[in-house]
């Protein structure tokens, strides 16, 4: 703020002339000028805080004068002058009293309205567009008298009065105020940052996206356990069985196959299935894997395809481990079981599944076509998954002993895959219950040889009634009931139909085949039969035949 003193020729409405200040230009039209009483202007009454702007009009300059002999007396201030002559309350000037503090406020568009109160009716109407205010009459020295300059039409002094307009300086027009352009440079400083941090963070997240990120990635991993599992678990039933399991290569005068079979006992016997060792006829040659690797030649102890299964035998291997075998006649439909074989040579495989049944009558083989080579097996049937190369492999339970020996599988089509190939599982594989498998394992390592239970009647094989006919006579054309066979001896004539079998029904020669099969010789069945229409029960004595 100035301090009073003056830097040029500028109004300042605070100067009060002093002693100190008799040279200026001011002061010397404050000593020549003087108001008349009339020319003083009362202060209205205070008014809302308006900013108020209007351009002053330059004051006229009178031609040079001489002085006055006496100068005129000068005016009395309205109030009593300030001490520290502090604008905007120092010492007033000869045109007004101070004016009260007015704060700047927005100028409307079209500038700020007039009161009706300050209105002049009789004086002059304010110029269009605004103007300066009309200062007083300046007075003429004696004697020379001064051209009168019409008044300036305007407004009130207070209303066009700007305190914070530059001193001597235009004021500011009535209207819109300027624009800030400080407002509008930070918006665009902004959305250029904000563009280029958008670009710098996208670029960011390409490269990351592209490249799997700014460091190696390092995958979160559970640690290692201690590797036991349940006895009873899938796990732990495999764990238990593999080492018993082995996979047989077979190779004759051309043919080959691939099959599994389990150790029986610490002798080195070997159970497997009939139609994986048949491939090497009387001079093939048998080779046994281990589950851990080593390899050992085989021999054949024995074998029978009624049964379809066969013994091997392997000498100079130690640490055998036979495999427990458990009871089939205590198994239960929906009992839980695991396959172990060599599906498609892939040795060690391990599928689980249920018993889908049990005594499902199947029949197997016949490749020959003179019926020689046909199996007949009472089968429990599982859905655990079995491929060609399970066959003679364990079916076993949750404690791992054996129930089973899986010999057959149905397949969905004819059993060649699209490539000439065999076909896979379906869910539907057949096993040897251990309970018949172990009684004929036992006959071939004791005897070389396993035999059946027969009743002593040929069957009519073409019948497609329900149950099994006796046929009138044999291929060979002798009697189709043995002459003093099991079945003459209870009575069973030609022409029989036997519909039971111990009260379970048989609806074709092959299911009474199985029925029979499944008892040993010696063993007593009860038959159902009907006979001229009418329904008979006898009871035999099962034979025994020696098996091939």
Known sequence: MDDGKPTGPKAKWWSRPSAGRANHPEAQIQELVTVPEPALVAAPEEVPDTEVTAELPPTPSSPASPSPTAPPARPKPLHEPDEYSTPPYGGPGPWAPAPPVQRPVPTPAHGTPIPPQYSAPNGPAPAAGGGGYAPPPQPQPHGHPQPQVPAQPGPSLWLQYDPWSTPGGPLTHVGEPARKKRRGSLLVGAVLLALVAGGIGGGIGAYIERNGGITDIELPQAPKDNGHRAPDSVAGIAASALPSVVTLHVSGSGAQGTG???VLDQQGHILTNNHVVDPAGSAGEISVTFSGGETAKATLVGKDSG???????VTGVSHLKPLPLGNSDSVQVGDPVVAIGAPFDLQNTVTSGIISAKERPITAGGEKGDGSDVSYVDALQTDAPIN?????????????????????IRAADTGAGPEGGQAGSIGLGFAIPINQGKRVAEELINTGRANHPVIGVSLD????GDGARVGEKSKDGTPSVSPKGPS?????????VITKVDGQRVHSGEELIVKIRSHRPGDRLELTLVRGGRERTLTLTLGSASGT
Request: aromatic share 6%; glycine share 16%; proline share 7%.
């Open 260 to 262: 599994t079979g389990f």
């Open 488 to 496: 003459a001896k209870a009575g069973i004539k030609p022409g029989d």
């Open 388 to 408: 060609p190369g399970n066959s003679g492999g364990p079916l076993v339970d949750t404690k791992a002993h054996v129930i089973g020996i899986n010999s057959a």
């Open 307 to 313: 049964y379809d299964l066969a013994v091997v035998k």
């Open 461 to 464: 094989m073409k019948y497609t």
